[in-house]
Nanobody, 126 residues
Framework: VQLQASGGGLVQPGGSLTLSCAAS????????VGWFRQAPGKEREGLSC??????????YVADPVKGRFRVSRDSAKNAVYLEMNNLSPEDTAVHYC??????????????????WGQGTQVTVSS
């Protein structure tokens, strides 16, 4: 499976972006999918996750972005989205999506993700 995150770009502080995660060669629908970011000189940071569509579809949002970021899934399009609002320069990073190693579960720890997409750059600047 190959994942691709897209939708990044340059946005002004306070603005919004919605990132998309798509998969080729396989499905996202029955896997948990997570969103991560990595800023220059910083460690990778987990942002959000949505559990497998075969579970309750529950979501997790990390405290630093809670209330501003929202994860969702469109099973018909085999895609997962990360809606990001009220962005600040501290959100500048390469953003990645990743798929759980295993079918049908809830959100795993970071080590549980087996497929990672190429990231998309999000730059928040005036």
């Amino acid at each position: 499976v190959q994942l691709q995150a897209s939708g990044g770009g340059l946005v002004q502080p306070g603005g919004s972006l919605t990132l998309s995660c798509a998969a080729s060669g396989s499905t996202l629908n029955y896997y948990a999918v997570g969103w991560f970011r990595q800023a220059p000189g910083k460690e990778r940071e987990g942002l959000s996750c949505i559990s497998s569509s075969s579970t309750d579809g529950s979501t997790y949002v990390a405290d630093p972005v809670k209330g501003r970021f929202r994860v969702s899934r469109d099973s018909a399009k085999n895609a997962v989205y990360l809606e990001m609002n009220n962005l600040s320069p501290e959100d500048t990073a390469v953003h990645y999506c990743a798929r759980d190693r295993y079918l049908g579960g809830g959100c795993p720890p970071t080590a549980g993700y087996g497929a990672w997409g190429q990231g998309t750059q999000v730059t928040v600047s005036s």
